[in-house]
């Protein structure tokens, strides 16, 4: 502490006016207090937004070291984090040209009322080497890397695959799978805290929804059989988790032109205390629908115009 | 805690750092856990408990959040909500930073994060350089420094100076 005290010097105003030089001087040894006080400085400055954080790391050596503390990191882990997705649409295969500027991601940020105005819109990156995405992976640290284990889903024996009939991502410090049962049927399971395992953290029924989106049922001619089959135009995006109040929990669907936000409803625990019943919805309510700038396209039996990417502030230098 | 209750009437003396008195009913006085910790352990026995960092203006503020927030049920959320926002809009730094030092000291949780929080929406958008002057913090970066920490975090000041 006493390290800080020295470096925060006063710079006592020179040439100021007679009459405020007394209140001057008391906002300074005030400022300088709290300069001197790593404890309180950091209750300011962990409630300023991420990026007004990173650039006050050029304030002064003191604040940069202040920032990148670990005690700081706790902290800000303290405070809700932002929790947004990243969009991708997906272009179609026979589209030519191929637009000449790499894909843009779409912020999404699912609850606006957090912490004020989304940190970007969109994100453009510049093709590179031929990397039609762009994205390159410069560095990974293999240490970190160890096998999980795939959940097994009780009296289901469906091979599980990421991508087609699952779906594996991360909200608020928690590892999450969302496994396809049947059509309308899925499993949420999340990682135990300490990694040993999986667990069913929601059970998610879109029957309901299905029949309250009557729009999300489609149907094609099968070329082969001649007959019409019909599929559901929907996909889970990803859930997000809010650990600290879990009423606010969701689950992103994507139907045509929309994303809906489908709030789990929490019901006691039915055997092992750690299930919880998802339940639908607010099917057609503005406030959880989020309209989609342009047109998709339906293009398959399963409709996933979108690569999803989560979106996790953070103040590592990557 | 029981001993709070039944003396509910009870008043305290607090001695602002420029010698003023306050006198100040008791469950007032207990939205500060310092003082809640000293009523508990009884080291209240003298008439006037003296708080040497804070002045009277400060106090004063302070005391006035404390009531507003001891006098009001929890169901009043909103209400309170409106009050704190009200309470700060027109502060300057200065007011500020005595506050947040006040509630820091008599540990006052809900007047540190409103000031603190105030704080920093104050200061989120301004440049750095004048994040230094409002702490009177003294820039210790050589140049060669600066520019390097700058670059290696460029994303974050676009549209900085």
Known sequence: ?318 | MASSIENNNEKLTLKSSDGEEFLVEKHVALQSTLLQNMLDSDCSSADVIPLPKIDARTLALVLGYCKKHADASSSKQGELNSFDSEFLKDMDMGALFNLVLAANFMEIKGLLDIAAQKIADTIKDKPHQEVREIFHVENDYTPEEEAAVREENRWAFEGFP
């Open chain 1, 1 to 318: 502490m006493r390290k800080h005290l020295r470096r925060c010097k006063a710079r006592v105003p020179t040439a100021v006016a007679q009459s405020t030089v007394e209140d001057d001087v008391t906002t300074a040894s005030s400022a300088i207090a709290i300069a001197g006080n790593d404890d309180i400085l950091s209750e300011i400055i962990v409630r300023a937004p991420l990026k007004s954080q990173v650039r006050f790391k050029s304030v002064s050596k003191s604040w940069l070291s202040l920032i990148s503390s670990p005690g700081f990191s706790l902290l800000r882990s303290s405070f809700p984090r932002l929790s947004g997705l990243l969009l991708r649409k997906k272009w179609p295969y026979l589209v030519h040209p191929a637009p000449a500027a790499g894909p843009s991601f779409e912020f999404f940020l699912p609850k606006s009322s957090l912490s004020g105005d989304p940190p970007l819109k969109s994100l453009n990156f510049v093709p590179s080497n031929g990397n039609f995405s762009g994205v390159d992976i410069l560095q990974s640290c293999n240490e970190c890397i160890e096998e999980m284990p795939v959940p097994a889903i009780p009296g289901f024996r469906r091979h599980l695959r990421n991508g087609k009939h699952m779906l594996f991502g991360e909200s608020d410090g928690h590892l999450h799978l969302i496994a396809e049962l049947f059509t309308t049927k899925f499993q949420v399971f999340e990682m135990e805290n300490d990694y040993s395992g999986w667990f069913v953290k929601y059970h998610v029924d879109l029957d309901g929804f299905v029949a309250a989106f009557p729009a999300v049922v489609r149907s094609y001619l099968d070329p082969l059989t001649t007959v019409r089959r019909e599929y559901y135009a929907f996909s889970i995006l990803g859930v997000i988790r809010r650990e600290e109040n879990e009423d606010e929990s969701l689950l992103l669907l994507n139907v045509p032109d929309k994303i809906v936000r489908c709030y789990f409803e929490i019901f006691p625990s039915l055997k092992d205390g750690t299930l919880k019943e998802l339940l639908y919805l607010l099917p057609d309510d503005e406030r959880y629908v989020i309209r989609l700038s342009g047109s998709s396209n339906v293009c398959g039996p399963r409709y996933t115009n979108y690569n999803v990417f989560h979106y996790i502030e953070s103040l590592a230098l990557v």
